[in-house]
């Protein structure tokens, strides 16, 4: 099962791998396919299983999740509104004046502008006379001429 190429002289056919000098047979697995690859294992699994060893096993997908094609991780991602937590996909709780925020990291939802986050709640921000909120919209700021002393605004003197 070999053929002539320039350089080595020679390689392995489609299906065969050269092991010491020799090809040998690539043996793909139940639910594995032939690679392009010269070197080993020569084979990848179908979408939906995972390499391991010399098998290719089942990617266990929980509710609410859905498989990626990434070589790396879990396999699978949770579906929007939802996140991981061990093998589960679990739903993700938006307290009131909050929502959804698709980011890898924190609880999953901000709050809306003028609110902000205080463990699992939206909180009003107390926005004192002379002060705006800031451009975040979770805090404030003293208008201009005026300094923050504690939660109040005062004249500059």
């Given amino acids: 099962p070999t053929y002539a190429t320039y350089g080595t002289g020679w390689k392995c056919k489609r299906g065969y791998l050269e092991i010491k000098g020799e090809c040998g047979a690539i043996r793909v697995p139940p639910h594995g396919y032939l690679t392009e690859r010269s070197f080993k294992p020569g084979w990848k699994c179908?979408?939906?299983?995972?390499?391991?060893?010399?098998?290719?096993t089942?990617?266990?997908?929980?509710?609410?999740?859905?498989?990626?094609?990434?070589a790396y991780g879990t396999g699978w991602k949770c579906e929007r509104g939802y996140?991981?937590?061990?093998?589960?996909?679990?739903?993700?709780?938006?307290?009131?004046?909050?929502?959804?925020?698709?980011?890898p990291y924190g609880a999953g939802w901000k709050c809306e502008r003028g609110y902000k986050a205080d463990e699992a709640a939206c909180l009003t921000v107390q926005v004192?006379?002379?002060?705006?909120?800031?451009?975040?919209?979770?805090?404030?700021?003293?208008?201009?001429?005026?300094?923050?002393?504690?939660?109040?605004?005062?004249?500059?003197?």
């Fill in 46 to 56: 179908e979408r939906g299983y995972r390499a391991n060893a010399d098998t290719c």
């Fill in 58 to 70: 089942s990617i266990q997908v929980p509710d609410h999740g859905y498989l990626t094609n990434d």
């Fill in 83 to 103: 996140r991981p937590v061990e093998d589960k996909c679990i739903a993700i709780e938006v307290p009131e004046n909050g929502y959804l925020a698709d980011t």
């Fill in 128 to 157: 004192p006379e002379n002060a705006y909120l800031k451009e975040s919209g979770d805090s404030w700021q003293c208008a201009r001429n005026y300094s923050r002393s504690r939660n109040t605004c005062v004249l500059r003197r």
